[in-house]
């Protein structure tokens, strides 16, 4: 509120959707809410960007150009900026449309679908009793007691509106009593709130707010390479690095024909249910047939797992270096299964010198789940179609992989490391999956199923 205050003096600027920002004076706005008397809009709040300090005028721009780009083929929106938030007029667009797009949106934080009013008194009455009425229609009888509770709260943001913060509530309230018997006041536990918000573009009338990506905005913190495979954690574990604004790369190892069609089709589904919510993400194929079998006829079958993890590391680093990628990024989790223990992740994490994230160290299995049921991913997941690591996954691995151990291990195994490397790298293949295209087929159908079936089970 206090940078409400202060920022009530600034001009703000009004954009036409699809055309180069076009400025227009807050008063031409308010001379068309003067015609018009009620203009639906969409108070939209952005999140913890005031934190950064002297990045806030770069973060808020990327802000607002990536709302933009994600609301741009709505023709009829039309934005006015305001400091820390943007005031989107819908013109006709259905809130619902909207909102869809705005709940995905990272680096915002919440959003609310209001009524804009010009500041004239009887014009703020007029519409608060019609938006009272209508929202009054809409909500359900408590427990078939006909009497409703409400309250209004007001925030005053232009300082030379007449009324103040307390006075409007009061004035307004009255007012509400008198034109519906059934509503009755609780300031505390109310049915419906009322929410008037005075500012220099207008006065605005809301009760509802609903909650964005949080954040940070799209393509403000650089990039990382995902290590992406079919189950349920790698997915959040990239979600939670979008919503940090990193760009997202991601990177799966794919074993044909230990590995079917069907699970390469699932992590490409599952990587563009993540350009959903992160507009593009890149995704490398990688080959990793050659460098299981030779694992699995040359080292001890406890070691498979940890060797097969360092490989995948050590391409992951190599596709990193020419993207100029600055860190790698699993689903681990501690303590989840046998190969995600500390001296696992200390032996594997020796095959690289990026810095390896795990965005999903602190969460249970249990809110690893609800976050992808939440996110788009969970079903996806869930499908039946292992990765590539199950089929060698030992009876017995090693929890506590000595890092030693398993360089003598793959020092002695005679494995043409590097050779593998080369091979899998070049004959990698890169999809790129974007929000607004459908996810690539890659499986064929029943077809290429029933065959698998004849050939491997
Ligand atoms: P997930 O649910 O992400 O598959 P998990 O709980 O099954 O994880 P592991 O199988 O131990 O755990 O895998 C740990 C991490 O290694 C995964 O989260 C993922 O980042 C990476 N990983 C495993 N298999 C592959 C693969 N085939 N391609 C790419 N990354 C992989
Ligand atoms: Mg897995």
């Known amino acids: 509120m206090g940078n409400d205050r202060i920022n009530s003096d600034h001009n703000e600027t009004v954009y036409q959707n699809d055309t180069a920002s076009t400025d227009r004076s807050v008063r031409a706005e308010q001379a068309n809410l003067a015609q018009k008397s009620v203009e639906q809009t969409v108070i939209v709040r952005f999140g913890e960007l005031s934190l950064k300090g002297k990045n806030h005028a770069q973060f808020e ?60 008194w009887d014009d703020l009455l007029k519409a608060a009793l019609q938006y009272v009425d209508e929202a009054l229609q809409k909500l359900p009888f408590n427990d078939g007691v006909a009497e409703k509770t409400f309250k209004v709260s007001a925030r005053r943001a232009l300082k030379s509106y007449p009324y103040t913060s307390q006075e409007i509530p009061q004035m307004l309230g009255r007012e ?29 009338l809301y009760h509802e707010t609903y909650a964005g990506g949080g954040g940070f905005p799209l393509g403000t913190s650089g990039k990382v390479l995902l290590l992406l495979s079919g189950g349920i954690d790698s997915p959040v574990a990239g979600w939670y690095m979008l919503r940090k604004g990193i760009t997202l790369e991601a990177v799966y190892f794919h074993a044909p024909p230990y590995t079917s069609e069907q699970a390469k089709q699932k992590v490409i589904d599952l990587a563009h249910v993540l350009a959903t919510w992160g507009e593009r993400v890149k995704l490398y194929i990688v080959p990793f047939t050659e460098i299981q079998e030779a ?42 299964v046998a190969s995600q223990t500390l001296e696992s992740m200390h032996t594997i994490g020796a095959a690289t010198y990026l810095p390896v994230l795990r965005p999903l160290l602190g969460f249970d299995k249990t809110e690893i789940i609800e ?15 292992d990765d590539c690591c199950v089929l060698f996954t030992p009876g017995a691995p090693v929890t506590r992989p000595k890092k030693g151990d398993i360089d003598l291990a793959e020092e002695r195994s005679g494995m043409d490391e590097a050779g593998m490397i080369e091979r899998a790298l070049s004959d990698m293949e890169v999809i790129v999956l974007d929000r607004k295209k459908p996810a690539p087929r890659v499986y064929g159908g029943p077809v290429v199923e029933e065959r698998l079936k004849e050939l491997y089970l």
């Open 371 to 385: 976050r992808a049921r939440a996110i788009g991913t969970y079903d996806i997941s869930i499908r039946p179609y």
């Open 61 to 120: 721009q990327q802000m607002v150009n990536n709302i933009r780009a994600r609301l741009k083929d709505f023709p009829a929106l039309t934005f006015i900026r305001g400091h820390n938030r943007l005031y989107v007029q819908l013109n006709g667009t259905p809130f619902a449309e909207v909102r869809a797009r705005l709940e995905k949106i990272f680096g915002l934080k919440s959003f609310s679908p209001a009524w804009r009013v010009g500041l004239a």
């Open 295 to 336: 694992i699995r006829d040359t080292t001890k079958e406890a070691y498979l797992t940890t060797i097969m993890r360092r490989y995948m590391l050590r391409i992951a680093t190599r596709i990193a270096e020419r993207e100029k990628i600055l860190a790698l990024a699993t689903g681990e989790s501690l303590g989840q």
């Open 176 to 204: 509400l009593l008198k034109r519906f018997p059934a509503l009755k006041v609780d300031v505390h536990n109310p049915q419906f709130a009322l929410m008037v918000e005075v500012r220099r573009e207008g006065i605005f």
